[in-house]
């Protein structure tokens, strides 16, 4: 059995063996995802919006993006991953696209978050859910499947729009 401190021990080493970007990148997101669980917590969806962007009809394929725009958005979505699992504060897939948005909005890589809602109900509930594609690139909101109904979608048009 593993004690907390090595398990801490194998978490930093595992940051330590990622790319120089996650790397870069790790402290920064982990702030910006407290920045965006507060948006979310304090304005109201029509102003959180505006950070999201247009409304935009989802890209299905999406743009295509060459292969280094392919990998930076890949590695977003690897540092949003890692650091959400590190918060002391709910980062929650909304949380995670509010970022991912942002993130891919500075790095000018053009992008759509997706809201969708499962069709089948759990435990007598309906789940929502926020994923965030950038061209062929799941950035957040891992694998939704063909059992999400896509409700909106916002985002950039085109990578001269990409800018939160």
Known sequence: ?????????????RVLATSWFVRLWYLPV?????????????????????????????HGSGPNLNRAERQRAGE????????????????????QAVTARVMLGLHGLPCVVIF??????????????????????RVTGGHRGPNYVVLGSFGSRSRSSAQP
């Open 1 to 13: 059995m593993r004690t907390p401190a090595a398990e801490e021990k194998t978490a930093l080493v």
């Open 30 to 58: 982990w702030g910006l995802l407290g920045v965006s669980r507060l948006a979310i917590l304090l304005l109201e969806f029509r102003r959180l919006v505006r950070i999201l962007g247009m409304r935009v009809e989802p």
């Open 76 to 95: 977003i979505g690897r540092v949003i991953r890692s650091a959400s699992c590190r918060t002391p504060w709910k980062s929650n897939c909304l949380t």
């Open 116 to 137: 969708g809602v499962a069709k089948y109900r759990t435990n007598g509930q309906r789940l929502a859910h926020a994923w965030v594609e950038s061209g062929r690139v």
